[in-house]
């Protein structure tokens, strides 16, 4: 699967092992439409040992009542969970909250060690696209760490003061090599992997299958005569006078910007 992992994330992950070392805390990003396929399962055997935070970001772009099931089921495994949006910046004081309370009670830790001049150093983990950069912008409260909606746009290493004595690192986006087909098929459809790398026909039919014909109905106000996904295509293709790819990507184009409504890619 090596056209799904560009040299600049092999180098990134080599990278990411030196820097974990440096680091304290670690929190980790996901995409809340798809926050098992864009979880990086490698992650786990870099991180052991270390403070960890699990973030569920675009939570916005959800209903409501998938996300707080989101946070009570990753909550069986992991300590401190928020789901947020840090565009919208709804739950952002959440992370705050959870970050100033494991900072206070590391510093008392080092406190009664002796040890007063420290900077508490945090990592910023999670694949291409899921809002790295963004919560970074939101808990410092102004642009430092680059953003943009297309993945592997962060580059290199970004140290940030967040907080007294708290700097941050932002990472570049790192893939993982183990996934199966569908869930390529999602993190392409969040835009984890750059268009280039995929194939927008079937990331584009899956997304149908997920949120079926009527929610293609719904979201555009057209009448479809059949349910495949495939003709479904063939259909918008004759009311929108595009070809079959221009509607590949505006249906994909259009997902991501929530325009198809509330959609989860994946169970919560």
């Not at 916005?60 to 969970?81: A, G």
């Not at 808990?139 to 003061?161: E, H, S």
């Not at 992997?193 to 997920?210: C, P, Q, R, V, Y």
Request: glycine letters at 6%; aromatic letters at 6%.
């Amino acid at each position: 699967m090596e056209k799904w992992y560009p040299g600049h994330i092999t180098e990134a992950k080599r990278e990411l092992i030196d820097n974990l070392k440096m680091c304290d805390t670690v929190i980790e990003v996901v995409d809340a439409r798809s926050p098992f396929a864009s979880k990086n399962r490698e992650l786990d055997k870099f991180i052991k040992g270390k403070n960890r935070i699990l973030i569920i970001n675009k939570s916005d772009l959800i209903e409501e009542k998938i996300s707080i099931n989101l946070e009570k089921n990753f909550k069986k495994k992991y300590r401190y969970v928020a789901a947020i949006s840090a565009k919208s910046g709804k739950n952002m004081k959440r992370l705050l909250y959870i970050l100033e309370a494991m900072f206070r009670k590391k510093k008392e830790k080092l406190q009664r060690r002796g040890v007063n001049a420290f900077p508490i150093r945090v990592v910023v983990l999670g694949v291409p696209n899921v809002g790295k950069s963004q919560i970074i912008n939101k808990l410092i409260g102004r642009k430092v760490a680059g953003v943009a909606n297309k993945p592997g746009f962060t580059r290199g290493k970004q140290w940030v003061r967040i907080l007294p004595n708290v700097d941050l690192l932002d990472t570049p986006g790192i893939l993982w090599t183990n996934s199966s087909e569908n869930e390529l098929k999602k993190m392409a459809l969040i835009g984890s992997l750059k268009d280039s790398f995929h194939n927008t026909m079937g990331a584009a039919i899956h997304l149908i299958e997920i949120i079926s014909k009527r929610g293609i109905e719904k979201a555009y106000q057209v009448v479809l005569t059949k349910e495949e996904p495939e003709s479904v295509i063939e259909e918008l293709t004759n009311i929108w006078k595009k070809s079959e790819e221009d509607v590949y990507k505006k249906l994909i184009t259009d997902f991501r910007k929530g325009k198809l409504g509330l959609i989860s890619l994946e169970s919560a």
